[in-house]
């Protein structure tokens, strides 16, 4: 109970709209990418749930123009630890080699 009261007390800050993501915001990006992977335009629905990726890094920026809307898939290969990723299949190309 207090907790939505300290939500309406803040009301004012515009920003504060975007701290999180919300189903409203989720609707607007999905309608958006007209309800598909913005990566691999697979539809997304039911078993193929939407993930949502900060363009600019931000978890608490929020708004519909720094969210893309992707596929699991394509959500999984988005890790920012690219680096990694790189050296891993540099790696497994060594290994696949015998
Ligand atoms: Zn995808």
Redesign the pocket.
């Known amino acids: 109970m207090s907790f939505f009261g300290n939500a309406a007390g803040n009301k004012g800050k515009k920003r504060d709209k975007y701290k999180e993501l919300t189903l409203a915001i989720k609707q607007i990006v999905l309608e958006r990418a007209k309800h598909r992977?913005?990566?691999?335009?697979?539809k997304l629905s039911g078993t193929n749930s939407p993930h949502f990726i900060h363009i600019n890094g931000s978890k608490k920026d929020n708004r519909p123009e720094n969210l893309r809307a992707?596929?699991p898939?394509?959500n999984e290969g988005k890790s920012p630890a690219s680096d990694s990723g790189t050296m891993f299949s540099s790696f497994k190309k060594i290994f696949s080699k015998s």
Do not use: Y
């Open positions: 992977c913005q990566e691999c335009s697979k992707v596929c898939e394509c």
